[in-house]
């Protein structure tokens, strides 16, 4: 759930440069430089620029498709640790509030997919017309989908039991 949670920081540093460059304008010469600049503001250096250099050829400059890579890469690393969480419920290991808590996050994290494919549909959008209200629209989606994980790690706070790594 750590690459998740990693993955939803990132995407909100992209999305903030998206808002900053107004719908396209980039000052950077190619993807490679790109992405390391969109990833030099994160906590997660490192992992923003292997998750998204992938996409540097066919994003190159485009602060728009940066976004969507985000996004994208995202979805994918939220719905694999969601299929972790259903895995850990089918084992039917955990007892009292640690499964509830469980089943909580199982509910959020599906919140946190949808709220994800929200956002990209949006980024597929775009229009200058409509470029504030569409960020602002993003923006909540995406800190949506922050609170909903943050929501879930809220749930096992305080409970005995092995510590599992969020890595």
Request: proline share 1%; net charge positive; with cysteine.
């Amino acid at each position: 759930m750590r690459m998740a949670r990693h993955s939803m920081s990132t995407i909100m540093a992209v999305i903030l440069l998206v808002r900053l460059t107004n719908y396209g304008a980039s000052a950077w010469v190619n993807g490679q430089n790109y992405v390391r600049n969109a990833c030099s503001v994160t906590t997660y250096r490192d992992l923003c620029i292997r998750s998204l250099a992938p996409f540097s050829s066919t994003a190159k400059t485009s602060p728009i498709k940066w976004a969507r890579a985000g996004v994208s890469v995202t979805i994918v690393e939220v719905k694999s640790a969601n299929q972790y969480l259903n895995n850990l419920n089918k084992l039917n290991c955990m007892k009292g509030r640690n499964r509830l808590a469980l089943l909580d996050c199982i509910e959020v994290f599906q919140d946190t997919i949808d709220e994800l494919h929200k956002s990209l549909s949006i980024l597929r959008k775009l229009s200058a017309r409509n470029f504030e209200r569409q960020m602002d629209d993003l923006t909540t989606f995406m800190s949506a989908a922050l609170t909903d994980e943050n929501t879930c790690f809220d749930g096992f706070q305080g409970q005995s039991g092995r510590q599992v790594n969020q890595a």
